[in-house]
């Protein structure tokens, strides 16, 4: 799956779990937060789509997405992402090449 088609399907994953995406510049990594009781996630919209890609698939790996239809190719994808975080350490995450 192509990169930018498969930041389209997370992003997508993100509103169905209820969360709020904002892309915005600036120089930090990406993550999500509660605020006022909304879920939030901020994305750096200057990195790189594979690093959108990855701050998105760590978010949704901290999320319970068993009662949300996830398409198999979005899933395959998001279980390699996930593997990959696994055997990384936490801090080089957004320093990796996901795709």
Known sequence: M?????????????????????????????????????RLVIINKNKPIESQV????????????????????VKKELNILWERLVLSPRSSIDELDFL
Do not use: H, M, W
């Open 54 to 73: 990855g701050t998105i698939a760590r978010i949704l790996s901290d999320i319970d997405l068993s009662a949300i239809y996830i398409k198999p190719a």
């Open 2 to 38: 192509k990169p930018d088609k498969l930041l389209l399907e997370l992003e997508q994953l993100l509103e169905q779990c209820n969360y709020t995406l904002r892309k915005e510049r600036g120089s930090f990594r990406g993550n999500n937060c509660v605020i006022e009781g909304d």
